[in-house]
């Protein structure tokens, strides 16, 4: 089954990845084989099965609400691309006109 | 020199201790075979020679004082998508090109505490993401034993460099298979724990529930030292598991005698599966018998479902977790005027083709619409897949299976069909489903590359798959390392 180019477009859009039209066209492709080759899954009895989402018997993990140092703000914001007195900056959230 | 870069881990340790050589020389052995040998092999991304240099003194100066671990003043190598404070830490990705990271991955710090000397960061996949390296954003890793092969992947650059002796031992990390199928493909020896053995923190995340860090090495032995090293329980990571790490080297005993070891026909069924592999494989049974295990015919009904499973739930792991790659607090940023443009400017730049893909399939199967048919459905077959493995592995100690359906490929053979490069991982994905150990190790030769075999075994049952894959070592001594010359590889 081969995806529609508009729902290539529309999951594309969802994940925020920039695509160029043929890069589009090439995820439509590879996906549609990649996806038949998953239907497969479809042939399993899964009626009474519990779904895992992971394989360790832990839960709730807690630790103590204790204060404890983070790390200097100057060397998180090494790595930001662009800052403004000890703050990332970043492009306006809201529409302003 | 050369002498130098092929002793065993575990040998190094007793001459380093000895003092009949030093950490100094050790390291500079090693980075002299590196400036050898890597323009060929292209293992390393971020070379950290004067580090070493510093590193191997100080672990001198450690040792002349009485006080040494079981790595320390080793030269070792680490897949650069565990964070260093010391030298960048990119995953093999234009998104993290310039990242410095500002804290040391678990692993990374354990290590240093043991005054372990780091030679470098290694060529991986991009985010792990892939079978042969050939998705790394800067440059394709070369298999030691054929410069026109792929090394295996993710962890290309941590296996090529252990087999042509760049490195004592190395990290990687394994979601599907990436420290067991490389390992394979270049003849060494390769460990994924158990998952919840090895803190992941501050190892760059692909697909949470599946990712584990692990050695390679050429020796059992050696891998056995370096696990003890990274394993336990970590505050940081709450998935790692508060378990007592035991000495892995002092299950070695050599004895399997009477040993339950399970082999399931559905491996051998595998499409695809080249007949040098599998006559390989068959051989490596018939020595465990040999060696007094009992081979117990095992059934593990629903391998076949592993694959498309595993590329349901990964994906979805990693689409959630590379969401955070946004162009505002690190990495890749693409001002594109607005927030919204920015984000698919900087994510369709900073992403390779693969990376783009696992985070649109992911997507895709968490999409509403989509969800309970994919991303639910493999969650109840991963149910199935362990229920398999949980079953067999209560009549039996370990399991055998071969690492991967054939030999390594040839660079190129595989790049444009993802489908066909997903199905390298075939053999070594159940083990991450089921959260399982598994240790792969050399086993023949096969068209003149390396055969590699996998011993898995049950959570937490390192001391198992490292005793019985020890014996076979023992009893069989494959070579590790390929004879190497400088200059063999074309432009």
């Known amino acids: 089954m081969r995806l529609e180019l508009e729902t290539v477009e529309h999951i594309a859009a969802l994940a925020r990845v920039g695509l160029t039209p043929e890069e589009m066209e090439r995820m439509r492709d590879q996906l549609s084989a990649v996806l038949d080759h998953i239907s497969m899954l479809q042939e ?44 990332l900056r970043v492009n306006a959230v809201l529409d302003q006109s | 020199m050369t002498d130098l870069t092929s002793l065993t881990i575990a040998e190094a340790r007793r001459r380093l201790d000895g003092r009949e050589i030093s950490s100094v020389e050790l390291t500079e052995a090693h980075i002299a075979r ?75 710090a354990k290590m240093r505490a043991q005054k372990a000397v780091f030679l470098g960061k290694l060529n991986t996949d991009e985010f792990a993401m892939g079978s042969s390296t050939e998705n790394s954003a800067f440059f394709t890793t070369r298999n030691p034993w054929d410069l026109e092969r792929v090394p295996g992947g993710s962890s290309g650059g941590s296996s090529a460099s252990v087999a042509a002796g760049m490195a004592m031992g190395t990290l990687g990390s394994d979601t599907g298979g990436s420290i067991r199928q490389p390992a394979g493909f270049c003849g060494v020896v390769g460990l994924k724990p158990t998952y919840g053995r090895v803190s992941r923190y501050g190892l760059i995340a692909f697909a949470s529930s599946l990712d584990q860090i692990g050695p390679f090495t050429r020796t059992v032995e050696d891998a056995a ?43 051998a069924e595998v499409e695809g599966m080249e007949l040098g592999v599998l006559a390989a494989c068959e051989a490596a049974y018939d020595q465990f018998a040999a060696l007094g295990a009992e081979l117990v015919p095992v059934e593990l009904p629903h391998s076949k479902y592993a694959l498309p499973t595993y590329y349901i739930t990964a994906p979805a792991e990693a689409s959630a977790n590379l969401a955070r ?12 005027g607005n927030v919204l443009d920015s984000y698919f400017a900087t994510r369709g730049q900073g992403f390779g083709p693969e990376v783009k893909r696992r985070i649109m399939l992911g997507t895709y199967a968490l999409a509403s ?60 994905i159940p083990a991450n489903m089921a959260g399982l150990p598994g240790i792969a190790i050399p086993c023949g030769f096969s068209e003149g590359l390396p055969v590699s075999l996998q011993v898995l075994g049950g959570a937490f049952g390192e001391v198992n798959v490292l005793r019985a894959a020890h014996a076979y070592e023992q009893a069989t001594n494959w070579p590790t390392m390929p004879e190497m010359v400088a200059g063999q590889a074309g432009a």
Not at chain 2, 228 to 237: K, L, M, Q, S
Not at chain 2, 325 to 336: E, H, I, M, R, T
Not at chain 2, 380 to 407: G, N
């Open chain 2, 34 to 108: 590196i400036e050898q040998l890597d323009g060929d092999v292209k293992a390393f991304i971020t070379p950290m020679f004067e580090q070493a240099r510093a590193m191997a003194a100080e672990a001198d100066a450690a040792i002349a004082s009485g006080q040494s671990d079981a790595l320390t003043g080793i030269p070792v190598g680490l897949k650069d998508i565990l964070c260093t404070v010391d030298a960048p830490t990119t995953a093999a990705s234009k998104m993290l090109e310039h990242y410095q990271s500002p804290f040391d991955a678990t692993v990374v």
């Open chain 2, 225 to 267: 030292l370096m696990l003890g090293a990274i394993a336990g329980h970590d505050p940081n990571d709450s998935t790692s598991v508060p378990v007592e790490v035991p000495d892995y080297r002092a299950a070695l005993t050599g004895d399997i005698s009477g040993m339950r070891i399970g082999i399931a026909r559905e491996f």
């Open chain 2, 369 to 428: 619409g989509y969800y309970d048919a994919y991303y639910v459905k493999a969650q109840k077959v991963r149910t199935l897949i362990k229920r398999d493995y949980d079953e067999a592995l209560k009549d039996v100690d370990v399991i055998l299976a071969p690492t991967s359906p054939t030999v390594a490929f040839k660079i190129g053979a595989r790049s444009d069909d993802p489908l066909q490069m997903y199905l390298a991982d075939i053999f070594t």
């Open chain 2, 325 to 336: 790659f946004d162009g505002v607090k690190y990495g890749l940023s693409v001002n594109a």
């Open chain 1, 44 to 87: 399993v009895d899964t009626d009474d099965i519990a779904p895992t989402a992971q394989v360790i018997q832990q839960h709730n993990v807690m630790r103590d609400d204790v204060v404890r140092p983070s790390l200097p703000r100057e060397q998180v914001l090494l790595n930001a691309p662009d800052q403004e007195d000890g703050y």
